[in-house]
């Protein structure tokens, strides 16, 4: 999602960790008061981003069933505190309902802030991050520019492949293949003839790649340079400070 | 023709065989010498080896016999990455050659081949975009982007890595008319700009009549070369190997039969047209 909020100009090294590191620290949480710091932080976070809460919202909701579910199964089976109601091995205590409470609250705080660093950084950016932040294993001989790049080509040609899904599905419907319908069975086998086309050209499109890439010149990742670099800037220090400060928080109010 | 200058492609008895081809030869001891400079369009029908030759000149395929000089460096396994410093080339699929994810990091990705500063990276690619008319497009994904134009970015991509020769194999095959119109432009402006030698194997017969020479080959063997108008005056000859012959040539040659008098020289349709309109004019 482009925009121009200093979340979108972060340096994607720092939003990467923040996040990660956020998600880890939100289960340092165990009473309302360090829920409710972690969901004024989060929305402040939001509010910065000057990204509509809808787009949040949409995110949650793909993953309405797994919390539903989750939620449900803490309020049931925990057991402690008052006894509010009980039905056969169903019971409804006190833990039970803060339990599922915090889980909640978990699941939703956990996608928000990663709903928040994918509509802040552009796809290559987080694959910049990555490589920036695995640097480190080349000590263990890990390929982390080979990786890299083929992070970023991947990426670059998902719209391609899609565009040939699309394709392939026309030509298929054109001869009278019917998606999406029929029982389970019938469907799974109508996506064969997409699949086999779309893996065919994919090997070929590779094969073109490799020549085009040696052609000009790549001989793997040694001696390369770098034409697009990170900037690590004060605002991105200032992220880390943050998350120290909010963990010293939770800490205390646990 | 810049005759007396110096050759900077010489190939000698060069032979290529497929694996798995039954000893059929792409490449039949084919010997040609290329003049720096020079614009030279290779054409033949599929399967005439013209593919195979470009591949040779730079290492992509593996030299088996034969020999190979660019710019006075033999081809070997120690020269190869020198030669494809000296070469660029842009493939037939506009899409399969973008490897970066934007317009930008595409041309680039030569450049952070050969380890060049960040710094000359920048006024380089700068440079070069703009020099095939892209600007505005410097930070597009290659998805957002028409055939021709992805052709161009190609081109900026070599540009940036300043090669002294620049084959296009097949280049505007898969493009429509006005895309192909795009890039033969670019290509038009490079070759005054740069003084590239540029090698095009193509099928586009007005592609061909751009060059200083054309070589036809056929089953790996050159069959014939000379400048595009006495190519051309063959007709039926080439429609025997397979290959059309421009409308202004199918023209003339009709209009000959029926003893409308008709220039021995090669004319584009434009040339044409204002050939047939001043035919009878007596000012």
Known sequence: MPGDSILHRMDPRAKLVASFYYIGIIFLARSWPAYAVLFVFTMSLVLISKIKLDFFIKGVRPLLWLILFTVLLQIFFTRGGHIYWQWGFLTLTRYGLLNGAYIFMRFVLIIFMSTLLTLTTPPLSLADAIESLLKPLKAIRFPVYEVALMLSIALRFVPTLMDETTKIMNAQRARGVDFGEGGLFKQMKAIVPILIPLFVSSFNRADDLATAMEARGYQGGEGRSKYRILKWQTMDSLAMVAMAILTVILIVLR | ?283
């Open chain 2, 1 to 283: 023709m810049l005759m007396n200058s110096k050759k900077i492609i010489q190939v000698e008895h060069l032979k290529y065989e497929y694996p798995q081809s039954n000893q059929h030869l792409a490449l039949n001891d084919l010997s040609v010498e290329i003049n720096a400079g020079e614009w030279v369009a290779i054409i033949g029908h599929n399967g005439s080896g013209k593919s195979t030759f470009a591949k040779s000149l730079n290492g992509l395929l593996d030299l088996q016999n034969g020999s190979i000089v660019i710019d006075g460096l033999p081809l070997a396994m120690e020269t190869v990455w020198e030669i494809r410093k000296k070469i660029g080339m842009v493939f037939q699929n506009p899409d399969n050659q973008f490897v970066g994810a934007t317009v930008e990091d595409d041309v680039a990705f030569g450049l952070e081949n050969q380890g060049i500063e960040r710094a000359i990276m920048q006024t380089r690619v700068t440079d070069a975009i703009e020099r095939v008319g892209m600007t505005d497009y410097t930070k597009r994904e290659p998805s957002r982007l028409s055939g021709g134009q992805k052709q161009r970015v190609a081109l900026a991509g070599i540009i940036a890595q300043q090669p002294e020769i620049l084959i296009l194999d097949e280049a505007t095959s898969m493009l429509d008319p006005e895309g192909r119109r795009e890039v033969l432009e670019t290509i038009h402006q490079l070759k005054q700009e740069t003084n590239m030698t540029v090698l095009s194997i193509t099928h586009d017969i007005d592609e061909a009549a751009s060059a200083d020479r054309i070589i036809i080959l056929d089953d790996g063997q050159v069959v014939d070369q000379g400048t595009p108008a006495e190519i051309f005056a063959y007709g039926q000859r080439l429609m025997a190997l397979g290959l059309d012959v421009p409308y202004p040539e199918k023209l003339k040659a009709a209009l000959t039969t029926l003893a409308v008098p008709m220039p021995s020289e090669y004319l584009t349709t434009e040339r044409m047209v204002d050939y047939l309109w001043t035919l009878h004019s007596k000012m």
